[in-house]
Nanobody
Framework: QVQLVESGGGLVQAGGSLRLSCATS????????MGWFRQAPGKEREFVAG????????LYADSVKGRFTISRDNAKNTVSLQMNSLKPGDTAVYYC?????????????????WGQGTQVTVSS
């Protein structure tokens, strides 16, 4: 089992930037894909970005493409999400999660370990 802890959330004005980090422990994340999801109040949890175990494969939701960048450091067992040009619509709780290696998944059920989330609030 992998434990995940997200950090880096906060309140930012529209157009600003935040960098989220996900620290993992318990097992190495080296053989796992990693993903970021978000959930706004009253909405379903949605896929934001995913990265393959090697870092060679990356996938973004259309809504964040060109603004967000996912990266990972397998030596440090961490995953990051750089978020630029933030919009009020990006306001949500952001979660990182692990997925067994294979094609990067975009569905919640494809991921098996989750962090507790970090709140991101973008004001207009």
């Amino acid at each position: 089992q992998v434990q995940l802890v997200e950090s880096g959330g906060g309140l930012v004005q529209a157009g600003g930037s935040l960098r989220l980090s996900c620290a993992t422990s318990g097992r190495t994340i080296r053989p796992m894909n990693m993903g970021w999801f978000r959930q706004a109040p009253g909405k379903e949890r949605e896929f934001v970005a995913g990265i393959s175990w090697s870092g060679g494969g990356i996938l973004y939701a259309d809504s964040v493409k060109g603004r967000f960048t996912i990266s990972r450091d397998n030596a440090k067992n961490t995953v990051s999400l750089q978020m630029n040009s933030l919009k009020p619509g990006d306001t949500a709780v952001y979660y990182c999660a692990t997925q067994p290696a294979g094609p990067i998944g975009t569905r919640r059920y494809e991921y098996d370990s989750w962090g507790q989330g970090t709140q991101v609030t973008v004001s207009s």
